[in-house]
C-alpha cells in the first residue's frame, strides 16, 4: 500500500476517443457522406457538394477540439508537508503550478448558485482558492473531495507534535 503522505492524484476527463478512433470515424464519415452528396450530384443536384463538405469540415473541428479538451490535466501531488498542484495538457507541461502548505490547506465542495448548477471542489489556502474537477460529475466531484480530504489529513498526521511547536514564529 503506498504512503498516503506521498501520493498523487491525477484529475482528467473521461475521453473514450483516441486520436485513432477519431480519424477511422472522420474517415468512414467522409465516405458515406461523399457517397450520399455524390448519388444526388449524379442526379442533377450538384448544390448539396459544398453543403456535404461544410459538414465535414465542421466534423472535423469538433473532433480536434475534444480531442484536445481531453488532454487536459490536473495533478495533485502530496508530501508529508506541502501540496503541489499543477494544471495543463498532457504533453505540453503545467501551465499553472502551487504549492501550499498541507497543515492548512482545507478541501471544501461548495454549492452552485442555483438549485441545478454542478458542485465546486475548492482547495482553500489563507485567502487562496483553487477550482479543481471542472471536468466531472458531482459525484466524482464528492468522491474525490473525500479523498482529498483523507490525504490533507494524514499530512497533518505526519507532522510530529514537537516539530510543529518548534515551527510556531511566537513560539506558542
Same mark, same amino acid.
Given at each position: 500500500?503506498? =504512503?498516503?503522505?506521498n501520493?498523487?492524484?491525477?484529475?482528467?476527463? =473521461?475521453a473514450?476517443?483516441?486520436t485513432?478512433?477519431?480519424?477511422t470515424?472522420?474517415?468512414?464519415?467522409?465516405?458515406?457522406s461523399l457517397a450520399?452528396?455524390g $448519388?444526388?450530384a449524379a442526379? !442533377?443536384l450538384w448544390?448539396?457538394?459544398?453543403?456535404?463538405?461544410?459538414?465535414? !469540415?465542421?466534423?472535423?473541428?469538433a473532433?480536434?477540439?475534444?480531442?484536445r479538451?481531453?488532454r487536459?490535466?490536473?495533478?495533485?501531488?502530496?508530501?508529508d508537508r506541502?501540496l503541489r498542484?499543477?494544471?495543463?495538457? $498532457? !504533453?505540453?507541461?503545467?501551465r499553472l503550478v502551487?504549492e501550499?502548505?498541507?497543515?492548512?490547506?482545507r478541501?471544501l465542495?461548495?454549492?452552485?448558485?442555483?438549485?441545478?448548477?454542478p458542485?465546486r471542489?475548492?482547495?482553500?489556502? @489563507? @485567502?487562496?482558492?483553487l477550482t479543481l474537477?471542472?471536468c466531472?460529475t458531482d459525484e466524482d466531484r464528492?468522491?474525490l473531495? $473525500?479523498?482529498l480530504?483523507?490525504?490533507?489529513? $494524514? !499530512?497533518w498526521?505526519?507532522?510530529?507534535q514537537?516539530?510543529?511547536?518548534?515551527?510556531?514564529? =511566537?513560539g506558542?
Open positions: 500500500m503506498t =504512503n498516503p503522505r501520493t498523487q492524484v491525477v484529475i482528467g476527463p =473521461n473514450s476517443m483516441d485513432r478512433m477519431a480519424v470515424f472522420m474517415v468512414v464519415m467522409a465516405v458515406v450520399i452528396a $448519388a444526388f442526379i !442533377g448544390p448539396i457538394l459544398p453543403f456535404a463538405g461544410l459538414e465535414l !469540415g465542421a466534423l472535423g473541428v473532433l480536434h477540439v475534444s480531442l479538451r481531453n487536459y490535466r490536473e495533478v495533485i501531488s502530496f508530501s506541502e498542484v499543477e494544471c495543463g495538457m $498532457a !504533453g505540453e507541461g503545467a502551487t501550499w502548505p498541507r497543515s492548512s490547506t478541501v465542495l461548495e454549492t452552485g448558485v442555483n438549485r441545478n448548477d458542485t471542489l475548492v482547495l482553500s489556502n @489563507g @485567502g487562496r482558492r474537477g471542472r466531472l464528492e468522491r473531495a $473525500a479523498r480530504r483523507e490525504l490533507v489529513l $494524514a !499530512g498526521a505526519a507532522v510530529p514537537d516539530a510543529a511547536e518548534s515551527e510556531s514564529p =511566537n506558542i
